[in-house]
Nanobody, 125 residues
């Protein structure tokens, strides 16, 4: 059984930082593209960042580029999302996902195989 478990969410003031973690079990982590998505209240889920399984190439949504950094530690089956210079509009439930591929046309990860249950990030102004 595949499990993705996120942690690290919380409440932070605007301009602050948080680091999200996601641990995967039940599959060979190093063979999966990994990504982070988020869903704000009343909005659709959106792509945030991705990291490839093959060479750790990274991709970011324009809204977080330069502020967020995605990384992976294959030895620990973990993907991280370092979030700096947080803004109130970053408030959302953040989801970890595995699989799929990065679509250059759509500019996001598509076709994800597995999802975590999410961790809430609240940025106060």
């Amino acid at each position: 059984q595949v499990q993705l478990v996120e942690s690290g969410g919380g409440v932070v003031q605007a301009g602050g930082s948080l680091r999200l973690s996601c641990v995967m079990s039940g599959r060979t982590f190093s063979r999966y593209n990994m990504g982070w998505f988020r869903q704000a209240p009343g909005k659709e889920r959106e792509f945030v960042a991705a990291i490839s399984w093959s060479d750790s190439t990274t991709y970011y949504a324009d809204s977080v580029k330069g502020r967020f950094t995605i990384s992976r530690d294959n030895a620990k089956n973990t993907v991280l999302l370092q979030m700096n210079s947080l803004k109130p509009e970053d408030t959302a439930v953040y989801y970890c996902a595995a699989g799929g591929y990065y679509s250059l046309q759509a500019r996001r990860l598509v076709g994800m195989d597995y999802w975590g249950k999410g961790t809430l990030v609240t940025v106060s102004s």
